[in-house]
């Protein structure tokens, strides 16, 4: 059993310290949210992720798991210092903004009168890591007895409690010429992981910082891939859908992450590819990864391709036309609509003039939060009521199996464009609906 601290409880950290007290281990959580924290210490998780409340309230009866803002009483407590802030985008640029990880450090450091291992999973540029542990040493009373290692997570917005304790791979990043202290803590700490056999690697700081931004790229870059081949197959009257398929049985192509749409978003992949492209032109090597650039622009490309088709429904324009969007999450299982491709369709819709009505299963507060001009519905129906069109933004299971005659009754047309190609296009133009799937043949009469 190992004392914890883990800085920062937004959805990495929140995640992170519950699943950490579920090894067995004694956790605190520490923010400077008031709020957030009563959130947690009540059993509530701030935001939507399956299975992680009944985590939650178990390691807090069990007590095992605390939350506070003091900094000294995590200092005082815990052994192991997790980082788990978040790392935005800089305003006017593509560099990511690392004011919230400085700062754990900045103010945990000098507090730290005895040994101690900080251990970051907070996604950073390389390079970053070496910087942080020389300030650390550098403000920590304890000098030398502090040891930095990176150990990024890996986690889907969907499915992270079982990404922290049932992960693909371990990756620890450790300092140059120092103990071995670090690592120990890690297997230590995960003890329970490695007995189950999963990978291990243990790396220099910059290849683990390095790992978990050439994942988020390559994952942006294969999804970009199969969108910019259905531009394509558009063109060509292909099915890209079919094409996928076909490819990803090749098991040096895979089929995951292969599903044309409306393309990539959320917290994560977006700024991550950008912080990347950035953090190559510091290093000189800004030529490595212009690719990157296209990838961004394909996944941009998307959206306004749905805007395109919508307007192209309703006969060249969307002035006075209802619009049905379902799906407002940038994926499914998640309420999470940081740069969410639906809800920004959504907010283009209805700048070009159409009213515009939404529904998620999970996402509705924080779509009012940033788009509040936007109508929001309490149900399928309710965004469908008399509905030129109706989109589907976000493969939730519930817009997947939808039954078209349900909707018949309620819509004034029947019109639907599938922007995740999760619907039985088949059975919708047999209940006689003009269907529209991206990459895929059969335009919208």
């Known amino acids: 059993m190992t004392r914890i601290a883990v800085f920062g409880t937004g959805y990495l950290g929140a995640t992170h310290a519950a699943c950490m007290a579920e090894l067995g281990h004694e956790v605190i959580g520490v923010d400077v949210d008031a709020g957030k924290l009563a959130k947690l210490e009540a059993g509530e998780v701030p935001f939507y992720e399956p299975g992680l409340e009944d985590v939650l309230k178990r390691n807090l009866q069990a007590g095992r798991l605390t939350f506070s803002s003091s900094y000294r009483e995590a200092a005082e407590f815990a052994d192991v210092h997790f980082i788990g802030v978040g790392t935005p985008q800089k305003k006017g640029e593509f560099a990511a903004d690392l004011t919230y990880v400085d700062s754990v450090i900045d103010t945990l450091a000098p507090l730290l009168a005895r040994p101690a291992v900080i251990l970051g999973k907070s996604t950073v540029p390389v390079g970053t890591a070496a910087r942080l542990a020389e300030k650390a040493r550098a403000k920590a009373p304890a000098g030398d007895g502090v040891e930095l290692g990176w150990n990024p997570e890996f986690l889907r917005e969907g499915y992270a409690v079982q990404d922290t304790l049932h992960p693909d791979r371990l990756v620890l990043g450790v300092e140059a010429n120092r103990t071995t202290r670090v690592e120990e803590a890690a297997r230590e700490i995960y003890a329970q992981l490695l007995s189950d056999d999963i990978p291990f690697l243990v790396t220099d700081l910059a290849t683990a910082e390095l790992v978990k931004t050439s994942a988020n790229a390559f994952l942006a870059t294969k999804i970009s891939f199969i969108n910019a081949i259905a531009e394509v197959c558009e063109a060509a009257g292909a099915d890209v859908t079919m094409l996928a398929d076909a490819i990803g049985h090749d098991i040096r192509i895979g089929r995951k992450f292969l599903n044309a749409g409306i393309g990539f978003g959320g917290g994560c992949l977006p700024k991550d590819i950008r912080a990347f492209m950035a953090r190559a032109g510091e290093l000189g090597a800004d030529q490595a990864l212009t690719f990157l650039r296209e990838v961004d622009n394909i996944n941009m490309r998307r959206r306004t391709r749905v805007v395109d088709l919508t307007r192209e429904a309703v006969g060249g324009n969307l002035l006075g036309f209802r619009v049905g969007v379902l799906g407002a ?60 069109v109706v989109l589907v933004l976000t493969e939730w299971q519930e817009f997947r199996v939808l039954n078209p005659a349900s909707l018949e009754p309620i819509v004034r047309q029947k019109k639907i464009i599938d922007g995740r190609n999760c619907l039985d296009a088949t059975s919708w133009r047999n209940h006689g609906w003009a269907y529209r799937g991206l990459g895929r043949t059969g335009p919208l009469p």
Not at 348 to 375: E, H, W, Y
């Open 329 to 388: 999450a940038f994926k499914p299982d998640s309420d999470d609509v940081r740069d969410s491709p639906a809800l920004n369709i959504a907010g283009q819709i209805q700048l070009q003039g159409a009213s515009v009505t939404v529904f998620d299963p999970k996402a509705m507060d924080n779509s009012r939060r940033l788009f509040p001009t936007l109508s929001y519905a309490t149900d399928i129906e309710s965004a469908c009521a008399g509905a030129d």
